[in-house]
């Protein structure tokens, strides 16, 4: 059913989203969707937790490869992401081996210049942001559409921003480690970043050409060094 909302709004926007779509394009018979989700907020809800579960797999804000103590090739990063956005299945063996090659030098990146552990995690980030731009756009649209719908709704407002959580988090726990002395305005300074770029690239003047993983890593470089003040 979350997957079946996720494609509605994609293709139809929020008028699209009902219940009788759901199980349409669910092929599911017909009041199952209602007898699951009863309310319009209940299957916004669906929704948006499917959204999450998705961003999830291609993010992978638990595994990013934050502990290497020098930034990827490449041809390394865009290999991981093509690996990861074939399937959810693909997703998830990627980052199983991020998250390997992170404890694998957890030890060292602790005792690491404060230059090599900002690119490290200019390095996590970019492989993160740019799978999602390059091979998850239609996610970008759902994500927009659930976001402007949350302004409309208070009740599902306080739904998304719990959800979101799960990707804040994480985020504020990596600019710590990296040394930032203030990790939740750092943090916020990041997220706008990205959803800047993520929103040029979904619907505005980025749509039909994202940046590269390079460009991505260049530019998290340079607001992490104005961030952490390493040169």
Request: hydrophobic share 40%; glycine share 8%.
């Amino acid at each position: 059913m979350g997957d079946a909302a996720l494609d509605l709004l994609v293709e139809r926007g929020m008028r699209g989203l009902t219940h009788r779509a759901v199980d349409e394009r669910a092929g599911l018979p017909q009041g199952s969707t209602s007898n699951h989700a009863r309310t319009r907020q209940a299957l916004l809800e669906t929704a948006v937790r499917r959204q999450v579960q998705l961003e999830a797999r291609v993010l992978a804000p638990d595994e990013l490869p934050g502990a290497r103590t020098g930034p990827t090739t490449d041809d390394e990063g865009e290999g991981e992401a093509t690996a990861g956005a074939a399937t959810g299945a693909g997703a998830g063996a990627t980052a199983d081996s991020e998250a390997k090659a992170t404890a694998d030098t957890e030890a060292a990146t602790d005792q690491a210049d404060p230059r090599l552990r900002t690119a490290a995690l200019a390095d996590a980030l970019s492989l993160a942001l740019h799978r999602y731009l390059t091979d998850h756009r239609a996610l970008l649209v759902s994500r927009y559409e659930l976001a402007l719908e949350a302004t409309r709704r208070p009740e599902l407002r306080t739904f998304f921003d719990a959800a979101g959580s799960a990707f804040r988090d994480p985020l504020v726990a990596m600019t710590t480690a990296a040394g930032s002395p203030e990790p939740e305005r750092h943090a916020l300074s990041l997220v706008a970043w990205c959803e800047g770029l993520m929103f040029s690239c979904a619907a505005g003047s980025f749509h039909a050409a994202v940046p590269s993983r390079a460009e991505l890593r260049t530019g998290f470089e340079e607001l992490l060094r104005g961030m952490l003040g390493s040169r």
